[in-house]
């Protein structure tokens, strides 16, 4: 009998590598223009940054308190080359003086234009001018996955840059002052107390949040203010130094609406507002507003997204009646409520 010949494949052919170990030396070179990639767009946007962020010292209001960082201490940065600087509410509540200190080693005094505790935003001025500022991205376009790149000063480091991913979006947060605040990202970028007002950053260097929380002792939850609600925030604080708001008293988050309903319905937009909690003896609970309930429309005015919601409950509502249209199971309901004004203490 004659012996047939084996026939040697690559893995198992003479001299092979049975463990793939040249493989594995390969590979590195293949992954390192990713890696080179991904880098760069890291630095880049952080280079262009960095001189618009800022460290802030807020020192309490008390004798004594003039010299040094005697209270807290956080991140913002320059909407404005004239010196209009965001940050968080609770990194500046309470301050007898405001200091910020520039990516240049100056340290200037800041007055504080306007506090928003319920988005956990505030607005600070700085005297002088040709300051560097940053402008503000859609936080709508966001997409879980895309990279996220945060700026701030973590335990008085200052100019401290650390990347991640943005891990989720359509969250709830609870601020301060005990109003949920809606649309919250959520990443993985490191942040620790100090990177608090600082900016959550796309890879075009443009302002997609505002840090505001980490959750202890949990590794990667963080989360920052959408930069749609920041933007909104900022024009009204920089104008009145507060808000005025009209209150319905729902927290809710952006949702698909289902084809068949939009089609049925003949509904402009793809996305209601998902009511998910209605706080006890507020406007929309005397009105009988559900969870569950998708609003759709204020006086028929379009509400296809959380920030939409928010920009129509502005103060010349407050104490008039207006229509909610809401879908509820397949119903269309339109549901009467009479808002009113935010307490202040809730922003």
């Not at 319920?118 to 700085?126: N, Q, S």
């Not at 509400?303 to 269309?332: K, P």
Request: with cysteine; glycine share 12%.
């Amino acid at each position: 009998m004659v012996a047939r010949p084996r026939l040697f494949t690559v893995k198992d052919s003479p001299g092979a590598d049975p463990d793939g170990a040249a493989e594995r030396n390969r590979r590195p070179l293949v992954d390192r223009p990713l890696l080179d990639a991904y880098s760069e767009a890291v630095s880049a946007a952080a280079e262009r940054s960095q001189a618009a962020v800022v460290h802030i010292e807020a020192q309490e209001a008390r004798a004594g308190a003039t010299d040094g960082p005697t209270g807290g201490s956080g991140s913002g940065f320059f909407l404005s080359p004239d010196g209009y600087v965001m940050t968080n509410s609770h990194v500046v509540s309470g301050a007898g003086a405001l200091r910020v200190c520039l990516a240049d080693g100056r340290r200037l005094p800041a007055d504080l234009i306007g506090d928003d505790p319920g988005t956990d935003l505030a607005i600070l001025r700085v005297g002088g001018g040709n300051f560097v500022p940053l402008a503000f991205g859609d936080s709508d376009l966001l997409r879980p996955g895309q990279i996220a790149i945060a700026l701030g000063s973590p335990m008085g480091f200052q100019q401290t840059v650390t990347a991640g991913i943005v891990s989720g979006l359509g969250r709830s947060l609870r601020s301060a002052s005990g109003r949920l605040i809606d649309n919250v990202i959520q990443t993985d970028a490191a942040l620790n107390p100090g990177n608090s007002g600082g900016p959550l950053l796309n890879t075009r260097s443009e302002v997609v949040g505002v840090n505001t929380a980490i959750i202890r002792p949990a590794q990667g939850l963080c989360f920052a203010i959408a930069s749609n609600i920041a933007r909104w925030v900022a024009g009204w604080l920089i104008k009145d130094g507060r808000i005025r708001r009209s209150f319905i008293g729902v927290a809710g988050q952006t949702v698909p609406l289902l084809r068949k309903l939009a089609r049925h319905y003949h509904l402009p937009a793809e996305t209601g507002v998902l009511v998910h909690s209605v706080e006890p003896g507020s406007p929309a609970a005397r009105a009988h507003v559900q969870e569950g309930d998708i609003i759709i429309e204020i006086d028929e005015n379009l509400v296809s997204t959380i920030d939409a919601l928010h920009r129509q409950l502005t103060a010349d509502r407050i104490g008039r009646r207006v229509t909610l249209t809401v879908l509820r199971h397949t119903e269309r309901l339109a549901v009467p409520v009479f808002p009113v004004e935010t307490p202040a203490a809730a922003g």
